[in-house]
Nanobody
C-alpha cells in the first residue's frame, strides 16, 4: 500500500514562507493524484491544493495566489510552497492521495501523518 510522509512544517512569523514536502513510497508518485488538506482543531477539514494528470493545479480560495503546488516524479515527491503566511494558515497540513482524480475535496483513501505549521502574528 502506498505510504506518504510530510515534512517541512515549523514555527514562522506572519509574512514568512515555508516549503512542505510529501514523499511517496511503495508506489510511484506518477500513479497517484496528490492533494494537500489542512486541519485546525475545532474547525472543519479544509482543502488546500491538488494537481491533475496534466499538471494543472487547483487551490482553495483562502490560499489562492499565495500557495503553489508542484511535483518531481523522479524523486517521488510533491511540494507545497507557502508564501506570505498568515496566522489563519496555522494548521496540521496533510498530504493525501488517490488513484482517481475526482477534483478538489477533503476525503481521500490515503493520508500522511501530517506536519504542523504555526504562524505567529
Amino acid at each position: 500500500q502506498v505510504q506518504l510522509v510530510e515534512s517541512g512544517g515549523g514555527l514562522v512569523q506572519a509574512g514568512d514562507s515555508l516549503r512542505l514536502s510529501c514523499t511517496v513510497s511503495g508506489r510511484a508518485l506518477r500513479d497517484y493524484y496528490i492533494a494537500w488538506v489542512r486541519q485546525t482543531p475545532g474547525k472543519e477539514r479544509e482543502f488546500v491544493a491538488t494537481m491533475n494528470f496534466a499538471g494543472a493545479t487547483s487551490y482553495g480560495e483562502s490560499v489562492r495566489g499565495r500557495f503553489t503546488m508542484s511535483r518531481d516524479n523522479a524523486k517521488n515527491t510533491a511540494y507545497l510552497q507557502m508564501n506570505n503566511l498568515k496566522p489563519e494558515d496555522t494548521a496540521i497540513y496533510y498530504c493525501a492521495a488517490d488513484r482517481r482524480f475526482l477534483g478538489p475535496r477533503t476525503a481521500y483513501p490515503y493520508w500522511g501523518q501530517g506536519t504542523q505549521v504555526t504562524v505567529s502574528s
